[in-house]
């Protein structure tokens, strides 16, 4: 149940930042922000399974959905695809090293906690 928690959670602070993004200037940065910060606020392991899964799902239909179109035989492409693809990359990039950074966060949490119980029982 707390999974889908985090689906919810993810949904109302990603998808505002969608509508930004399309209809904002700045809504780029924003996104990116809220890439990066969503994994990091999130406050337990299942809200953060939960949104990571929500947001890799959506990362890889749109990456499938390229792959499909850049592979059929009448595609030509614009120089705007490669622009596309190279925010699209930073933006899941940006995902990746913020997901990478909250699980080595909760693994030293846990190593410490651990070092303080043994001390603690030797006391």
């Known amino acids: 149940m707390s999974i889908i928690y985090g689906f919810l959670l993810s949904a109302v602070a990603i998808l505002p ?3 930004l993004a399309t209809y904002s200037e700045i809504g780029y940065g924003f996104l990116l ?6 994994p990091l606020i999130m406050p337990w392991w299942n809200f ?8 890799t799902a959506f990362f890889s239909t749109i990456w499938i959905q390229h792959c499909q179109i850049a ?8 120089p705007g695809d490669g622009l596309g693809l ?7 990039l940006l995902f990746i090293i913020s997901i990478f ?4 966060t909760k693994l ?3 190593q410490m906690l651990k070092k303080c119980w043994k001390n603690e029982d030797s006391i």
């Open 86 to 92: 190279v925010f699209f990359m930073f933006a899941m």
């Open 108 to 110: 030293v949490a846990i």
């Open 33 to 38: 922000l809220a890439l990066f910060l969503l």
């Open 71 to 78: 592979s059929q035989d009448n595609y030509t492409g614009s």
């Open 48 to 55: 953060f399974l939960g949104s990571t899964i929500m947001i």
């Open 17 to 19: 930042t969608f509508w």
């Open 101 to 104: 950074v909250k699980v080595v």
